[in-house]
Structure formats: C-alpha cells, structure tokens
C-alpha cells in the first residue's frame, strides 16, 4: 500500500477507487458526530482536499475524536466515491494516527480570518485555503515564466544583486556595508572597497549577456527603498527582464502580447481549482478577466494619440482628477479609462515624451519621444515597461550627459555600443504585479511569502 | 525567406539544405583569401556556428572583406554541405549587411585569453566560447532544477533577501541600511526599524512552507559577508533549498541522490557540445566524470564509519596533512580520499557530531550525533549539506538555549514544532558549486556573470 499525495490522489482518483491509500498531511476542520466524525484534511500538494470519514467501528475512536485542528496526521483508508462531489476524493478511514499535535490555541481555527490578522501570522497563513491557492499560482507562474523563455532559446542569467553602479538615479537604494557603524562614510575600508547597493534592476547587465546570447532573461529579486506604504510597493520583490538582440519596439509588442496571454493560459490550465476559489473570494469576475485577456487584441496608441483620447473624454464630460497633458505622465485614472471604457482590451502606450523616461531609451527622430512602450492592463494598470534601447553610442552619451549620469562609470555599457551594438530591446515586470493580476488578490503583502514593506521586516 | 537563429539553422539542417535564409549575429573571427573569405559567425543562441562563405562574385566583396572581428552583422545566404564536418552548418552567402561595427581595438581578438584577462573584461566575455558554453550550462542547469521539482510537485517559495534575523549565528553578513552615515547606529530609525541584514540561507522560512505545502524548494541569492579569497568563495552567489515534510534521512539521501543525478542526465542531454568543449577546454575527463555520477550508486557511511576508513588508511600509509579524529570535522584531503580513492563514487557522511552542526538539527538517541548528511562528490568535495530537523518543541529550545539562539526572536521557527509540527528534512546546494562540478571550470568567478569578492564589485 502506497504512501501518496492529495494530487495523486485526485490525479489518479479512478484508478484509486476502492483501493487503501495512506496520506500524510494536517487537519484544517474537524467536525464529530455521536458516531463519526469528518476530517478536513489537505498536505498543500493539491487545492482540491479529500474529507476523511471515520466511524466508531475503528479501534481509537475516542482518541481520533479527540484530534484537533492543526495536528499533522497520518491516514490510511480506502478510497470512497463522495456524496457531495463526485470529484472530490473521500477516504473512509481504516486508521488514524496523529504525526504531530496542535493545542486548542492554534491561531487558524477554522472560520474566517482578516487578511491583516493572517499578515501578522505570516509563518502560518500558508496553511489557509487563500494561501494555499496564492502560493501555488505564484509557483506555477513562476514556471510558466521560465518555460515560456527556454522552450523559445533565452538564456537565464542571473545578475548581480549587490552593486557599484547607481545608474537609474541616485536615492531609493538600500545601502550594503560591513563596516561598523562609527566607519560608516569610509568605504574604502569596506567589503568591496567602495559604496556599493542592493540592484533596482538587472537590465544594464542583461544588455550585456543579450549582445552575447542575443536572446536572454532575467528572474531575480529586486530591491527599492522608497517609503511608500501602498498596496503595490514592496521594498523586495522579483523581477523579470528579457532582452533581445536585433528586436525592435514593435517586435516587442508582439512579445509583451504572446508572453502575457502564454502565462495566463498556462495558470488558468494548471491552477483551475485555485483560481476559481480565488474567483469567489475576490468578489467574482477573476476568471472572466483573465479568458478575456487570452482572447483579446491588445491595443497599440501611441502617447500623443492617448493624451488625445483622453482630452476628447474629458471634453465629452469624464471627470478626471488630473488632466491629461501631452508630454506629460498619465495618471491611474487614465489608465483606468484607456483599458477599461475606451479599448476594453489591454493597451500597449508607446512613443513617450523623453523627459519622463530613462536615459538608455531609444530616441526617435522626431528629436521628442523616445521607443518606450508601457503595457496597461484593465484591472490593474501598468503590468510591463520595456524599450528600444538606445544604440548608437554618440546619442546615447549625449543623453547621459544631459541627465548627469557618468559615462566614465558606465563606460562597460557605453562600450556594448562601439563592440557590435544593434538594435535591441527587452521590457520589465514585476512579478508581483503579475501576481495581483493572476489571483485577484489585490495587496502586495499577500502575494509574497514575507512582504518588506517600510517597518516591516518579519520573520 | 526566414530569419532563423543558428539554434534554428541546427536543428532544421536536413531541412534547410539548399534554401535561402538570413541570420544575425556577431563575427567571432575573419578568415581572408584574395577571391574569397571566412566568417566564423555566431549568434549565442547555439554552441555549434556556422562557417558563412562568400567569393568575389558577391557584390560589395570589398566592403565586406573589411568587416572586423566584433561587428553584428546580417547574413543571408543558401544553406549548403559543409565540407569540414556534415553537423556544422555552412552559409554560402548572398548577403553581408553591417548591422553595429566593431574598432580594430576590439578587447576580443581571435586567440587564447587568460580567463583573468576576461574577468576584467566581464561585460565581454560571454561572447567568448568559453563563456557561451559556461553559461547555457548555468541556464540549462537551473532550468533542469525547476523542471525536476515541478514535475514532482513542489511549490517553488521565494524566501525574503532582507532579513532581520540572525540566526545561523552572527558575523559574515552584510547589513542592509537606508541610514546616512552620521546616524549609524539607530537602528530603530531605519527603513525597518531594526537592524536588518542580507540573508545567508532560506531554509528557516522554507521550513515554515513545507508545513504547509509539504514539498517546496527556494532557488534564489544567497549572500555571504566572508573575507576570503579562495576559487569557492563568492560574497553573492545562488542557493537552491528543498524541504519535505514526513521527509526523514534515508529519504532525504534517496532524494538528493536521484536529483544530482538526474540534474547531470538532463545537462548532458542538452548542452552535449557545450560539455565536448568543456571536457577539451578543461583537460578531458569531464564527460567520463558525469557519465560515471550517473551510473554509480552513491556509497553511504556514517560520520564514524567515514573516520575509521580515513584512520585505517593513514596507518596504512596515507599521509593526511590533518589527522581525521571522531568527533571532528573532515578535511578536504579527507573528502578527496572517500571520494576518489576509498569507494571511487559520490558518498553520503550522516549522523554527525552535534558540536559541529547547527542547532536545527535532529539530535539523535546516542546523544552525540544529529541526522545530518554531507553529500560528498569525486572531484569537487561537498556539494549538498542537508539534515532531517529537529521537530521536537523540548528538544530544539534546549539547543537553542545551549547555544545561546534566541528563542524569543524565532518564535515563529519553535513555533512550527508547536503547530502540527511534523518529521521533516531538507538540504542545501550551492548552485555555483554544481556549476563547477558540471563545467570543469574550477573558479567561483567563472561561472557567475558578475561575481562579487572581497574588493570586487565591478560591472
């Protein structure tokens, strides 16, 4: 008789009919009758659990009966068909034996827990079916990511997370040091003989390995010290960056478009009993969002032509809190319209004013905007950025000049431009946002395992 | 008329034979003749380059003859026979296009490189063959890692990089502040309120997972704040963590010895002229290395066997440098002997002296010994150390306090016993040390894209 999991159990159900299973697991409600009882049981391998039923025919029935939620357990018992749900497996139990007990005071009895009280109990909250469900689609996100890349050739590279370079602009960086505090402000005595901070992206690297493999990714975390206490900002979080040599901006849309609703099919495939729980614990419209996602053409406007729309909506009597201003930045509000009542369909923006973009964005020859596209999705907002990258070295320096950022320090990424530069692009998402997306769930704290957030570092 | 990669161009060959296609890529080198010339051209994507060919029937010859080695260029041309070796694609070319020149100073000329020089030049070097094959190894090998727990039904956990607690012991890790440096010191007024420092393992918060979703495994950087300069010592490098709950020893080794050697089967099967070049570049014997670890059984002693061996043979002869002794540590030298003399084939050490192991692990009956296992492997010493951890509440506060760990602050990690709490095991590999052993290559620095040493944080 074989030891096996909830997920071969469901996966071989038929098969396992009328056989003797042992399973090994906890105990999530415990409901006894006079006679019976019925155990709620799951190991975390599979969203769908089996309910354990016991009678007092079995030897230990008092001690069974006395089992209380939380303790490990393990179970053997003979496959059942269900009355309730002929797709949920039921073991009637021929033992029980407890693996490891839980007092009465175990936080996660079973009835509804707030968000916030499971946040403070971050070390147990996988345990709840809601976290169960998110952990599981972030694990199958995360290899839908990294399959989605390598069947198509990228290469995965990891790039470094401590740093020297403090290219994307100084501030909102955390700081690595070893020195002790009073030789703080001496960093040629420390680790690395320089200041050095954790990275806020991988892209600069990732240019240099794209112009080698011309066709790579990144998957790593990625850290930003800003002090915002928001539903979307995270000090620590992960991030994904392709690059692509000999690709340009409109090459990217296309890639943008086929990753995104490749990612979405293969969670919606693989994770169906999840999303559907996170469906109904999100208020409904999860699943509808995501197959309309699949099924939908993503727009492409470019900055000047939605500034236009949204000045048009705005005349025809849409009240927006801030106005949208050509060579100016949108606002959520913008976002919300362009994706959700004018295109109902994602939207890709591209051609943005050069000023509020970065300095490594290709500039276009209308001496203006730069190839910069932002992904906007309904329900969420921006989901990707990416660009064409600025190749030709002359401009490219010009720009730094004009922004301050030191060519002497960078002269590695400036150089990828005189060895062999071409066109090239890649974009940025962040995982978690993807997360927010994919589950509904609509707090940055409860799509990572231990949020950082301004005064919170635990566990 | 298709623009194809050279992964492409090699897997379609038969196909291909006789039609027109074009490429991108960059010149690794530049063979010239009055009437004709030879591009060895490559565009990362694949370890096998074609050989383009072109004659002076080719408009703009001269042009094209004046092409340096470093140049990105387009090519189009037939696909034709290959007179030198039938799997190495030939392009007789109809067109050279230059798409980004390269200088006569390029850093990269066509001959033999120090691997010291090509640190220094890191930003260049994965376009090196060296490097193209070291780093698809990386890639491929952290691809075969994912897939292989996917496949069994682990979930995949992100553990946090910022950490506040301290608990593999103080010392060697980098602090994380947002602090300037005049207010070093008052920790209460940084970004979390608290001291807080970059993580050295996730297996304490990967603990609190598998409780709950009894198989997952962490892949992700792990950060060491060591002073030491040695070819296996980098301050940032990649960790892969699983942890099984109802795992115990046995099984643990069971699982370690089936992952290293099906990591090494899928490498093999994928990267086969990456390793050819590797075994050449690395002095031959690679390839027999990795054949052998596939088919060999994994010999398995305890801590005392091994030392009874290691005592035997110094009194017949073998001259240790460090006496091996019950109760002590082993030596690299001792691990060598094991390995490549004693049993000739990979060998689990178990059940080691619990003064030399951490505090979580689980203590056996004798008193002495706690169930952890060294993996050792011909040819590159320790590449896993894992454990079954101690799940008895009693027991593990004893160590803690024994070893002056604050119960107080790991509350959450005791806790775990306390809660359903459960046999379970776990190990950890150091991703670049597979690297090394997959590779040849017998420096950390090598077979990480940037790598951060005491002093080195360049790029």
């Given at each position: 008789m074989d030891i096996i999991t909830t997920r071969e159990l469901k996966e071989r159900l038929g098969e396992l009919q009328g056989q003797e299973v042992t399973l090994r697991g906890w105990i999530r409600n415990h409901r006894k009758q006079k006679n019976m009882g019925f155990i709620d049981f799951f190991d975390g391998t599979c969203f769908r659990n089996p309910q354990v039923v016991y009678d007092n025919?079995?030897?230990g029935f008092n001690e069974i009966q006395a089992l209380r939620v939380g303790s490990a357990v393990r179970v053997t018992g003979k496959v059942v068909p269900s009355y309730k749900d002929p797709e949920t497996p039921e073991i009637q139990a021929s033992a029980v034996i407890l693996e490891g007990d839980c007092p009465e005071?175990?936080?996660?009895?079973p009835k509804k827990h707030s968000v916030e009280f499971l946040r403070e109990i971050a070390y147990l909250r996988p345990r709840t079916r809601l976290f169960q469900a998110v952990f599981r689609v972030r694990s199958v996100a995360a290899m839908a990511i990294h399959s989605y890349f390598q069947d198509r050739g990228y290469v995965y590279v990891h790039t470094p997370l401590i740093t020297g370079n403090d290219a994307e602009g100084a501030g909102n960086t955390f700081t690595v040091t070893t020195l002790p505090p009073d030789r703080q402000g001496h960093p040629e005595e420390d680790f690395f003989g320089k200041p050095t901070s954790l990275a806020v992206t991988g892209q600069l690297e990732g240019e240099t390995f794209a112009l080698a493999f011309s066709k790579i990714y990144t998957f790593g975390p990625t850290f930003r010290a800003e002090n915002s206490n928001t539903k979307t900002h995270a000090a620590e979080f992960w991030m994904i960056e392709p690059e692509i040599a000999f690709m340009d901006l409109p090459e990217l849309m296309d890639l943008e478009e086929d990753f995104l609703k490749s990612i979405v099919s293969t969670v919606m495939e693989k994770c169906p009993d999840e999303l559907k729980f996170l469906d109904g614990f999100t208020g409904g419209g999860l699943l509808a969002k995501l197959t309309a996602l699949k099924e939908s053409r993503f727009a492409r406007v470019t900055h000047e032509e939605a500034i236009t729309i949204l000045r048009q909506a705005m005349e025809k009597g849409t009240d927006f809190k801030f106005e949208p201003t050509y060579g100016g930045d949108t606002a959520k509000e913008h976002e919300k319209y362009l994706t959700e009542?004018?295109?109902?369909s994602p939207v890709f923006i591209y051609d943005w004013p050069k000023e509020i973009k970065a300095f490594y964005m290709y500039q276009n020859e209308d001496g203006k905007t730069v190839s910069a596209v932002d992904l906007l999705v309904p329900g969420a907002g921006e989901l990707m950025g990416g660009s064409q990258r600025e190749h030709r070295e002359d401009l490219l320096i010009s720009r730094m000049n004009e922004l301050g950022i030191s060519t002497e320090e960078m002269y590695w990424y400036v150089n990828l431009r005189k060895f062999g530069g071409c066109v090239h692009s890649g974009f940025g998402m962040g995982f978690e946002r993807l997360l927010i997306y994919l589950t509904g769930v609509d707090n940055i704290r409860d799509v990572i395992p231990y949020f950082r957030t301004p005064m919170n570092c635990d566990f």
């Open positions: 025919n079995l030897s005071d175990y936080p996660l009895q009542e004018y295109f109902h």
